[in-house]
């Protein structure tokens, strides 16, 4: 059984157009996380729920918007996509020692 | 503004010699500390944390922290070529809950163990 699973592995989509990709975790953690790991590797986080509550809300473009409708599950929602968006994007969840991640999603914006 | 910093590398060492990567924080009140390993092309995966000064030991990895320095490093005894990928130091900001909190990234380094 795979922790944490995004789907998709990977989503080519033109300028513009609104994509989501999705997020569970079977681990029972309490937080769960969107990183964003761009062209250079640098890991850097978006957003993180606990318990289904944003606490935390880097400063992200209001076209990405996290989405959790329970403990288990963190989407993440992008409108109106641009070239800078694309990037590998990771989910994690957390309980008290160590992520775990998810497998990543690949984004390319053309 | 919190910041991990980290030598991109690469990091070029032989089969079965010591590879030390390093690594500093800017945040003195940072109080874990985490190295992740990423193959190409893979996902992060957690290797150690560390929470107090000094070392500590897994296998052929030892976490080392100085927190007066503002100092984390990762020793890897009898480097294997599968150890060559990107590692990641990472430091705990915020405390909530049972959580981990919030996880800052370096921009990690590439490690190569040649044959």
């Known amino acids: 059984d795979t922790a944490v699973s995004q789907t998709p592995k990977y989503l080519v989509t033109q300028m513009g157009n609104d994509k989501s990709i999705k997020c569970e975790q079977n681990?029972?953690?309490?937080?769960m996380y969107w990183y964003k790991q761009d062209s250079k590797k640098f890991l850097k986080i978006m957003f993180s729920?606990?318990?289904?509550?944003?606490?935390i809300n880097e400063t992200v473009p209001n076209r990405f918007s996290p989405k959790s409708p329970d403990k288990a599950h963190l989407n993440l929602h992008i409108n109106s996509l641009e070239l800078g968006d694309s990037a590998v994007y990771f989910c994690?969840?957390?309980?008290?020692?160590?992520?775990?991640f998810g497998s990543g999603t690949r984004l390319t914006v053309v | 503004q919190k910041e991990v910093e980290q030598n991109s590398g690469p990091l070029s060492v032989p089969e079965g010699a010591i590879a030390s990567l390093n690594c500093t924080y800017s945040?003195?009140?940072?109080?874990?500390f985490f190295w992740y390993r990423q193959y190409s092309g893979k996902s992060p995966e957690l290797i150690m944390f560390i929470y107090s000064n000094g070392d500590k030991e897994d296998g052929r990895f030892t976490a080392q922290l100085n927190k007066a320095s503002q100092y984390v490093s990762l020793l890897i005894r009898d480097s294997q070529p599968s150890d060559s990928a990107t590692y990641l130091c990472?430091?705990?900001?915020?405390?909530?809950?049972?959580?981990?909190?919030?996880?800052?990234f370096g921009k990690g380094t590439k490690l190569s163990v040649k044959p």
């Open positions: 681990l029972g953690h309490d937080t």
């Open positions: 990472a430091v705990k900001w915020g405390n909530y809950g049972g959580s981990q909190g919030n996880l800052i």
């Open positions: 994690a969840s957390s309980q008290l020692y160590g992520y775990t």
């Open positions: 945040d003195r009140g940072s109080q874990s």
């Open positions: 729920y606990n318990n289904k509550e944003l606490i």
